[in-house]
């Protein structure tokens, strides 16, 4: 069933996502969030000394870097919320079919 194909599809792209952003997390010196739609991460073992910021300008959530750059990481998202509380990070996002999709990242990142 093609609607049963599309679902799939978002929770793929879900789990791709949170891997993802859970890379970067464990890999990190440090990062923080930013605001509810910006969170940052300082790469450990970077030779360009890299931050990576990972916000959703639009309808894509992408991963773009202060040296330049953007990659697209989640498709078709329509609402993105991070929030601190403690070493967790509360993320919270709202895909292309209306679903709300909830995640929390324990964090190894120090607090700036």
């Known amino acids: 069933d093609i609607q049963d194909i599309d679902q799939i599809k978002h929770d ?4 791709l996502y949170v891997y993802d952003l859970q890379q970067y997390n464990q890999n990190s010196l440090s990062g923080a ?4 739609k910006l969170i940052k991460f300082e790469p450990a073992n970077d030779a ?17 870097s202060n040296k330049g750059g953007n990659e697209i990481m989640l498709p ?6 991070y929030e601190q509380q403690g070493n967790e990070i509360l993320m ?4 292309e079919d209306g679903k709300l999709r909830e995640r929390i ?4 990142l120090s607090q700036q």
Do not use: D, M
């Open 76 to 81: 078709f998202a329509k609402q993105l919320h």
């Open 12 to 15: 793929i792209n879900w789990e």
């Open 48 to 64: 360009e000394n890299r931050e990576f910021f990972f916000e959703l300008p639009g309808n894509h959530i992408r991963k773009r």
């Open 92 to 95: 919270k996002v709202v895909t």
């Open 105 to 108: 990242l324990v964090s190894p």
């Open 33 to 36: 969030v930013l605001s509810s």
